[in-house]
């Protein structure tokens, strides 16, 4: 049997929680309200080039009052490529405006959807007392939306590569999450094998926690299984991961 972990850390966007439909259905549905109508076909293929080519979200060295405005340009340049990509940046009369509007809509509720193994998994844990945090690369709107979402409730801490200045797979950010449970640390010598690390990204989250040397699962919810991990390290829902209450 599994033991259970002293503290699960998780992924957020593709862990936890979804974009309804695809990106470029929202960015298609908020640029319809400025009257500028697009394809969402393809506004989601130019996102998806624009996203997986810009650099990490993350901005070493910058200070902390700065970081909402670097957040924002990031995102902002995404959408820049993207509109530009597909032809047709030049519709929109005031861009400033709907990406204003179009940043505001990814900090709600509407937009996002959380899978069904979720809140099962969630509340086994909580009920087991073990501590659970996030750890994502992803900006400080994930406070807002983990709220909205009521997935705020189950965690006690919020680790983003925005904040700390690096993002998974570094190890920074996964040892910056560890450092703000140092009391669990000091009251056992093997603290870092029992914490799991949970998330759908191979590379950035099953890779970048076993280098940090955490206990990862890799969530492969599509079943892709391209990746090879020892027996019982992939799984396909956190429902695999629950114990007997």
């Known amino acids: ?13 593709g862990t936890l929680f979804g974009v309804r439909g695809s990106v470029g259905e929202a960015y298609a549905k908020i640029a319809s309200e400025f009257e500028v109508e ?16 810009a650099p990490r979200m993350a901005f070493p060295e910058v200070e902390a009052s700065e970081i909402p405005k670097q957040e924002y340009q990031w995102w902002k340049a ?16 005031d861009f400033e405006q709907f990406f204003q509007r179009l940043y505001a809509y990814f900090a709600g509720a509407d937009p996002w959807f959380v899978y069904e193994d979720v809140l099962p998994a969630l509340t086994n844990w909580q009920g087991q007392g073990i501590e ?10 994930i406070y807002p939306v983990l709220k909205a979402l009521d997935l705020e409730r189950f965690f006690t801490s919020f680790t983003i590569s925005t904040e700390v200045g690096a993002a998974k797979p570094d190890v920074k950010i996964f040892r910056h999450g560890l450092t703000k449970y140092a009391r669990i ?26 280098a940090a040397g955490l206990n990862a699962f890799w969530l492969d919810r599509d079943r892709t299984k391209t990746h090879p991990t020892p027996e019982g390290k992939s799984i396909t829902s956190l429902k ?6």
């Not at 049997?1 to 966007?13: G, H, N, T, W």
């Not at 995404?78 to 009369?93: C, G, L, M, N, Y």
């Not at 914490?195 to 989250?205: L, V």
């Open 1 to 13: 049997m599994r033991s259970e972990p002293k503290i699960i850390f998780l992924d957020a966007v």
């Open 38 to 53: 697009v394809v969402a076909r393809d506004i989601n293929k130019a996102f998806i080039q624009s996203f997986i080519t």
């Open 78 to 93: 995404i959408a820049v490529q993207t509109f530009t990509q597909t032809d047709s940046i030049q519709k929109f009369q």
């Open 132 to 141: 659970m945090g996030i750890i994502s690369n992803f900006d400080s709107r």
């Open 185 to 210: 640390e000091g009251e056992n010598s093997s603290f870092q094998h029992q914490i799991w690390h949970i998330g759908d990204s191979f590379t950035e989250d099953y890779q970048g926690a076993i």
């Open 240 to 245: 695999d991961l629950v114990f007997p209450a």
